[in-house]
């Protein structure tokens, strides 16, 4: 229960109008700060949910599938510059914003744990190559892709996902060659 009391308060705080005009205001901030604080509360108030309706988990997404495909859909849309672009200028964009990344997080705590290994394995490096590109698209574009920020912050953004890609990159090589036990390798 203090898991969710604190997801909430994480909610609560994400949504007051001064801190939501600061983190959109800076677009590394946006896309790399505010969108993960999202899915963390929603992974903070997933403990609540599931705890409320196990069933209704169970039932559509009893190998965790489900619940990753919506993740992988909703996270992909979110990192496409249009998306973040109207999120500023559209209220419903916004709005739909302070719903489907939380529910990421829900989603993700009910999933995750579900999945197999190659499963989890295949998702991890999904996002991997996935950050990669995006970082690339960011700083290597020739114009502006988005219309509220600036070229410059377009490309501090790529830099953003291609220290999280290398990050993840380090994480796995750990994994499969400095643990040194054949379960560490299986926990990716």
């Known amino acids: ?49 599931l705890e409320r309706w196990p069933y209704h ?9 489900a619940g990753i495909i919506l993740v992988i859909f909703i996270t992909t849309y979110w990192m496409f510059p249009r998306a ?18 939380p529910l990421v997080g829900i989603l993700l705590r009910n999933s995750w744990r579900k999945l197999t290994i190659i499963g989890r394995s295949f998702v991890f490096l999904n996002y991997l190559s996935m950050f990669g590109l995006m970082g690339w698209f960011y700083i290597d574009s020739p114009v502006q892709i ?3 920020y600036l070229e ?8 953003g996902f291609v220290v999280i890609t290398g990050i993840m990159i380090v994480y796995v090589l750990q994994k499969c060659f400095i643990s040194g036990t054949k379960s560490n390798v299986n926990q990716i």
């Not at 988990?57 to 599938?65: E, R, T």
């Not at 500023?88 to 916004?94: C, D, P, S």
């Open 1 to 49: 229960m203090k898991q969710t009391k604190l997801g909430i308060l994480l909610y609560v705080i994400l949504i007051i109008p001064p801190i939501t005009t600061y983190m959109e205001s800076i677009m590394l901030v946006h896309m790399l700060i505010q969108f993960p604080l999202l899915i963390l509360a929603g992974w903070l108030i997933g403990e609540w949910v």
């Open 57 to 65: 988990f169970l039932k559509w997404d009893a190998n965790g599938i």
């Open 84 to 101: 973040m672009d109207e999120s500023l200028t559209i209220w419903h964009i916004e709005l739909f914003k302070f719903i489907s990344l």
């Open 146 to 148: 988005c219309n509220n």
């Open 152 to 159: 410059i912050e377009q490309q501090m953004l790529g830099w």
